[in-house]
């Protein structure tokens, strides 16, 4: 069976570090992988999406990055964290272009300090 | 843009009771797809019924059923027999045709209703 594994559960950092957060799926070949973050009071929103190894998309323009080095690994980054990159981050995937849904992570909670 | 709203921030419902959630979209796509995910307080996303645009009747998953008003733009979520563990966050979501491209992947979510269920 398929599974999806999101580390760590929680961070805190202080502005201006680093941030890396990683998410791997088990049990499937080639899935499209998705960077989602929730807001508080808010929806979930689209960061980055992957349908391959080094292809990565970009939803909306930000302080993070993303990777995907091997195809079942997807890598979320920063070289300098704000304040507003405070949040909670889930990652994600599909078989092909998700129409059956998507599989969420068990998500990370950032703060930022 | 596709927008998806969901009116009531928090709802209760007594235990074993019907309780109806609403949602509604705005698109001028006509085959897309629709979901309604459950965020419990352990904040994992899961899904609970997805519908296709096409489809005119109305899916179901045990005690889980949508009424799905396309010309209406409308995607309500019904919850028969509540349990104590059906409290949760519930959102609804949009998802755009394959045929437009890369615009497809992406799952538009609504910004939630709180369920709360009352023993």
């Known amino acids: 069976s398929q599974t999806i594994h999101q580390w760590p559960a929680t961070l805190v950092q202080p502005v201006g570090s680093p941030l890396s957060l990683e998410c791997t799926v088990e049990?499937?070949?080639?899935?499209?992988l998705y960077w989602y973050r929730q807001a508080a009071g808010r929806g979930l929103q689209l960061l980055f999406y992957?349908?391959?190894?080094?292809?990565i998309s970009s939803e909306v323009p930000q302080n993070l990055s993303a990777s995907r080095p091997q195809d079942r690994q997807f890598i979320l980054s920063s070289k300098k964290l704000l304040l507003s990159d405070s949040g909670f981050y889930l990652c994600?995937?599909?078989?092909?272009?998700?129409?059956?849904?998507?599989?969420f992570g068990s998500g990370t909670r950032l703060t930022v300090v | 843009a596709q927008t998806v709203t969901q009116s009531q921030p928090e709802m209760s419902v007594q235990e074993a009771e019907t309780v109806t959630l609403s949602c509604t979209y705005d698109?001028?796509?006509?085959?897309?797809?629709l979901f309604w995910y459950k965020q419990p307080p352990s904040r994992q996303m899961i899904l609970v019924i997805r519908?296709?645009?096409?489809?005119?009747q109305n899916a179901t998953e045990n005690r889980f059923s949508v009424n799905f008003q396309k010309a209406a733009k409308s995607f309500s979520l019904k919850i028969s027999d509540s349990q104590l563990g059906d409290a949760a966050m519930y959102f609804c979501?949009?998802?755009?045709?394959?045929?437009?491209?890369?615009?497809?992947?992406?799952?538009?979510f609504g910004k939630g209703t709180k369920l709360s269920v009352i023993p």
């Open positions: 049990g499937t070949s080639n899935p499209n």
């Open positions: 992957s349908v391959g190894i080094g292809q």
């Open positions: 994600a995937w599909s078989v092909g272009r998700g129409i059956i849904g998507y599989t």
């Open positions: 519908q296709e645009a096409y489809k005119q």
């Open positions: 979501a949009y998802r755009r045709p394959t045929y437009s491209g890369a615009g497809s992947y992406q799952l538009t």
């Open positions: 698109t001028s796509e006509s085959d897309y797809y």
